[in-house]
């Protein structure tokens, strides 16, 4: 059974920084592209950063660009998302998510987290 668990999140200040972890089992992690979902409440859910199997090849949304960095460690099958200089527009569900043919934004994962909840105060 495949499984991803978000950790990390929480309630920051605007401004400031936290750090997102997604361990994953029960897959061969090193083959899978992996990234990151948000969903604020009353919008659709919307791709924040990729990475891809090698981590070479990083995709960001444009609303994060800049702020955010992806990142993976294989040998812990582990990916990340560092978010820094939070808005209260960045407050929604993370979600973590791994599959395949990460070209960029516009991909379709085929396994997901159950997410964690990200709010940042104004």
């Known amino acids: 059974q495949v499984h991803l668990v978000e950790t990390g999140g929480g309630l920051v200040q605007a401004g400031g920084s936290l750090r997102l972890s997604c361990a994953a089992s029960?897959?061969?992690?090193?083959?899978?592209?992996m990234g990151w979902f948000r969903q604020a409440r009353g919008k659709e859910r919307e791709f924040v950063a990729g990475?891809?199997?090698?981590?070479?090849?990083?995709y960001y949304a444009d609303s994060v660009k800049g702020r955010f960095t992806i990142s993976r460690d294989n040998a812990k099958n582990t990916v990340y998302l560092q978010m820094n200089s939070l808005k209260p527009e960045d407050t929604a569900v993370y979600y973590c998510a791994a599959g395949y043919s990460m070209y960029g934004s516009t991909w379709t994962p085929t396994h997901w987290g159950q997410g964690t909840q990200v709010t940042v105060s104004s």
């Open positions: 029960g897959l061969n992690f090193g083959l899978y592209d």
């Open positions: 990475v891809s199997r090698s981590g070479t090849n990083l």
